[in-house]
Antibody, heavy 122, light 107 residues
């Protein structure tokens, strides 16, 4: 079964840092682009960042550029999100998701993990 | 950035009803649109990709249509398990963007 499992969420103070992890299983992780998507409380889904199969291309939503860093380890079948200079508005459930299809053609998110909650508060 | 505007933002319907959700892109995106179902506490699930292709395992009562900037998701006969929030998402360009969601509630 193809599966993604996030971990690393928790409570952090404004200005603090947190590193999220996503463990992939059931498929060849190194063959796929991967993304992080978040959902703030009571809000909709927001794409955060994605990364190419070899880790040599990354894209970010403007609101996290310079503060968040996406990375991957294809040996450990894991995706990461390093979050620095955290703000209250970063409070959300963070999902990792695989890009299915061709990123330069039709592509969609499938599967998704169950999410990990990040709360930024003093 | 491409803005995706869904309507309605919420909808009350009964089992057996036909339901249509619309999504308008702020620019033409060909058919680079996907639809997801999201239930509280669960992982989102893709229903339709490339505007009209049904994801494997998704019931045939779900269908998608449209091209250019205007798109629809239709549920032909609502079932109890369909009550959830639905999102459109464009994959035409980065940043990838979602609609604000349509919450489908039981009448």
């Amino acid at each position: 079964e193809e599966q993604l499992v996030e971990s690393g969420g928790g409570l952090v103070q404004p200005g603090g840092s947190l590193r999220l992890s996503c463990a992939a299983s059931g498929f060849t992780f190194s063959r796929y682009w991967m993304s992080w998507v978040r959902q703030a409380p009571g809000k909709g889904l927001e794409w955060v960042a994605n990364i190419r199969q070899d880790g040599n291309e990354e894209n970010y939503v403007d609101s996290v550029k310079g503060r968040f860093t996406i990375s991957r380890d294809n040996v450990k079948n894991s995706l990461y999100l390093q979050m620095d200079s955290l703000r209250a508005e970063d409070t959300a459930v963070y999902y990792c998701a695989r890009h299915q299809g061709d990123v330069f053609d039709f592509n969609w998110f499938d599967p998704w993990g169950q999410g990990t909650l990040v709360t930024v508060s003093s | 950035d491409i803005q995706m505007t869904q309507s309605p933002s919420s909808l009350s319907a009964s089992v057996g009803d036909r339901v249509t959700i619309t999504c308008r892109a702020s620019q033409r995106i060909s058919n680079f649109i996907n639809w997801y179902q999201h239930k509280p506490g669960k992982a989102p699930k893709v229903l339709i990709y490339a505007a009209s292709t049904l994801q494997g395992g998704v019931p045939s009562r779900f269908s998608g249509s449209g091209s250019g900037a205007d798109f629809t998701l239709t549920i032909s006969s609502l079932q109890a398990e369909d009550f959830a929030t639905y999102y459109c998402q464009q994959s035409y360009s980065t940043p990838l963007t979602f609609g604000q969601g349509t919450r489908l509630e039981i009448k």
